[in-house]
Every structure is written in structure tokens, then in C-alpha cells.
């Protein structure tokens, strides 16, 4: 697990030298800090590519969104002999870039046999545009469409896997896709309820200033939204960014009628997916409620 450590050491609302001077910058600048896609240094140019991992069957590409922005995306096929007709649409953090996640999803095509499609929001590696709420829930929505719309993909399930931030793009997305058999599955690690709940511990310096960020992400309103999809939720227990109670208040106002609660003791916000286990809890999330 070592090299997918090295690859997503990367901030949640940058660093802690930041943290400082936040509280007057929160309003006038919170997209920067909510979405610093710039750290670490590179991460717009320096991109890892998939064969850098020895992956080889997979595409580079560039989608359009409704809006005019181009989103750089990679595409990873299952390995053929433990494919299971199902695609992985993943959401990254806020920082880096897809490049830096390249292990997790190898993995998952690899040796769970998921066909994956890395979105990378605007913004973020080589994607055009600025990052916003707004924003990228049009980009969340075109990887969504683009997956239906490939007539390689025809008829394959669509597991939404979100971690951080990406939890939150993951559960406004499903919210807004409730159609049966659009997304069969939902798995969500170490996600807030919201980034104005998310400030006082993330940010104290700004804590007074939590009701005037507009960037909200309200994942506690949403998710109870969604019943009808099988949700997995994998919290580290010693995440210093986003307190597991965060993930812990997502569980209880959960509806789905089959939800699924994983504890990684020792994960902090940037290593829970390196912990023994995480990736046998998704694999057997999938085999009993995904592809069934």
C-alpha cells in the first residue's frame, strides 16, 4: 500500500498555515481554499498516467459539459478474467489531481474486475474552467451520462465511489438521479455533512464566520433523499480533518434500505484507503448488493 500512501498525501482545505489567515479570506476567497487545486505544486501539469502503474488497457479523455468546459478523465477496463459488469464513476478530493488516485482505481479494476472512469473536475490536472458547487455538479452529472451513453457500457451497474469531497459530489449526484437502476451503488469514505458544519473543526480561527460561506455541500439534507440504492460508508477513525462523527450523523440520517457501516481504526483523512481491509469491504459490498 506504500504507493498509494506516497501518492495521496494531499491536503483537505490546504494546510494548517492557511488555517490562519482563514477567517478573512473565507468569504471573499473560499473557493481557493475550499478547492486548492494547485496543491501540491504541479498537480495542474503533473499528471500521472495510468501505465506509470502498469495499467494497460485503459483511454485518456476529454469530455465536454453541457456548459462549454472540457473534463480530463481517465477510463480503466476490468481486467477480463474478474470483471463483473460494473462501473466505478470516482470522485477525488479537493486537492491533486486524478493521477494521485491512479492506485486505488488499479485496484479496482484490477482485482475487484470494476471498469473505472476517473473524473477530474474542472479546474483540477488538465480540465478546463473554475471549480464551484455549482460546477461540479455539472461535471458529477456528465460523467454520470457519459457512462450511460458508451455503448461499450450498456446495461453495466454504476457504483458511485466519493471520498472526501468526492463523498459529497457523490451524494448530491445520486440525490438527483433517483430513477431505479440509474446508480446501484453509493460508497462514501470519510465525507462531511457540511462544509459550514465542516469549519469549525477544520477551520477555528472562522468558525463565527461558518453561516457566510457559499460553497455548502449540504450532504446531511441530501442523502436521506436517497432509499432505494445500497450505500457503504468507510470512516477513519482518526481522520484529523474531518471528525468521524461526520460520517458517523451521514449514517444515522441514511434511509437507504441497505446501508452498510465500516470502521477503519487507524485512518487518518489521507491513509484510510491504505488501512487491511478497505478495499475487502468494497469488494464484498459489491458481490452482495451490487451485482447480486
Aim: aromatic content about 10%; proline content about 7%; glycine content about 8%.
Amino acid at each position: 500500500m506504500s504507493s498509494i500512501l506516497s501518492y495521496l498525501r494531499v491536503p483537505f482545505l490546504a494546510s494548517s498555515g492557511l488555517a490562519a489567515v482563514a477567517s478573512g479570506l473565507l468569504y471573499f476567497k473560499q473557493n481557493e481554499i475550499i478547492y486548492p487545486r494547485n496543491i501540491p505544486a504541479g498537480a495542474r501539469t503533473d499528471i500521472p498516467r495510468p501505465a506509470q502503474f502498469g495499467i494497460t488497457d485503459y483511454e485518456e479523455l476529454m469530455i465536454p459539459t453541457p456548459d462549454g468546459e472540457t473534463l480530463s478523465c481517465f477510463f480503466l477496463r476490468a481486467n477480463k478474467q474478474h470483471a463483473r459488469n460494473v462501473t466505478v464513476l470516482m470522485f477525488h478530493g479537493n486537492a491533486g489531481n486524478i493521477g494521485y488516485r491512479l492506485p486505488i482505481a488499479k485496484i479496482l479494476e484490477e482485482d475487484i474486475g470494476c471498469n473505472v472512469l476517473m473524473l477530474q473536475y474542472r479546474g483540477y490536472g488538465l480540465s478546463t474552467g473554475t471549480p464551484n458547487e455549482k460546477g461540479l455538479m455539472i461535471d458529477a452529472q456528465t460523467g454520470l451520462d457519459y457512462i450511460k451513453q458508451r455503448p461499450e457500457l450498456k446495461g453495466t451497474r454504476i457504483v458511485l465511489y466519493g471520498q472526501s469531497l468526492g463523498g459529497a459530489v457523490s451524494i448530491a449526484l445520486a440525490a438527483r438521479n433517483l430513477k431505479e437502476g440509474d446508480i446501484s451503488g453509493i460508497i462514501l469514505e470519510n465525507t462531511f455533512t457540511s462544509i459550514r458544519k465542516l469549519i469549525p473543526s477544520a477551520f477555528p480561527p472562522a468558525r463565527y464566520l461558518a453561516p457566510l460561506c457559499h460553497q455548502i455541500w449540504p450532504s446531511e439534507e441530501m442523502l436521506p433523499k436517497v432509499t432505494g440504492i445500497p450505500i457503504l460508508f468507510l470512516s477513519g477513525l482518526r481522520d484529523e480533518i474531518v471528525p468521524p462523527s461526520h460520517m458517523a450523523q451521514l449514517y444515522k440520517v441514511c434511509h437507504a434500505k441497505v446501508k452498510v457501516w465500516r470502521e477503519l481504526p487507524n485512518g487518518s483523512h489521507n491513509d484510510t484507503v491504505a488501512e487491511p481491509g478497505y478495499f475487502g469491504y468494497i469488494s464484498d459490498f459489491i458481490t452482495q448488493f451490487v451485482v447480486r
